[in-house]
């Protein structure tokens, strides 16, 4: 059987696995901006309602509401972004 998502997927990972590889920092930042940019943008695919997240995102929903639920997801992508900056400076 053969799957041409799997195979596109295979394909792109061997072009982008020695970049991940050399630049870890890089695209741990892009991954912060993507959920950063959803909870921004309310992408749909994103901002849902958490019912299949984790127990910390369903308390966040069920204390704050839906828009306490964006900011926290701003929140975490920010928080991954400086991080993965201050690993940058740092070594």
Do not use: D, Q
């Not at 072009?15 to 959803?38: D, H, N, R, T, V």
């Not at 992408?43 to 127990?55: A, V």
């Amino acid at each position: 059987m053969n799957n041409p998502i799997s195979n596109i997927y295979i394909k792109f990972m061997e072009y982008a696995e020695p970049y991940i590889k050399k630049f870890p920092y890089i695209f741990i930042i892009l991954m912060g901006l993507l959920i950063l940019f959803g909870a921004l943008f309310n992408w749909k695919w994103l901002c849902k309602s958490p019912e299949y997240s984790k127990i910390f995102l369903k308390s966040i929903y069920e204390i704050f509401g839906y828009i306490g639920y964006r900011i926290a997801l701003g929140i975490i992508g920010f928080l991954i972004i400086a991080v993965s900056i201050f690993l940058i400076i740092v070594s």
